[in-house]
């Protein structure tokens, strides 16, 4: 059982940013049986549906939510078993929980998120 652990969320001023980084119990990447194995980061505002930010997957491609294309950017530490989440030039539509969430060997893993919140 793979377990995922958020943090950097807190209150930020609208221009701002922010890292949120995603700590995993056991490596997604490596060892892997399915090149398809992914992290993610998710978001969900009040009365919303969770939906995708980010994802980066075994091979590196990322791929972004039209939103945050050009200010947000997923990266890995492999050695960390840790995926980050920069945040630039948020904006008060970014206010939400974000969740990290794990894709490996088709089984899927979520954090329990961290709230973002952007004061305009």
């Known amino acids: 059982q793979v377990q995922l652990v958020e943090s950097g969320g807190g209150l930020v001023q609208a221009g701002g940013s922010r890292r949120l980084s995603c700590a995993a119990s056991?490596?997604?990447?490596?060892?892997?049986?399915?090149?398809?194995?992914?992290m993610a980061w998710y978001s969900q505002a009040p009365g919303n549906q969770r939906e995708l930010v980010a994802r980066i997957f075994t091979n590196g491609n990322t791929d972004y939510a039209d939103s945050v294309k050009g200010r947000f950017t997923i990266s890995r530490d492999n050695a960390k078993n840790t995926v980050y989440l920069q945040m630039n030039n948020l904006k008060p539509e970014d206010t939400a929980v974000y969740y990290c969430?794990?894709?490996?060997?088709?089984?899927?893993?979520w954090g329990q998120g961290t709230q973002v919140t952007v004061s305009s």
């Open positions: 056991e490596s997604i990447f490596s060892k892997s049986i399915f090149n398809s194995n992914s």
């Open positions: 969430q794990a894709v490996r060997d088709i089984r899927i893993y």
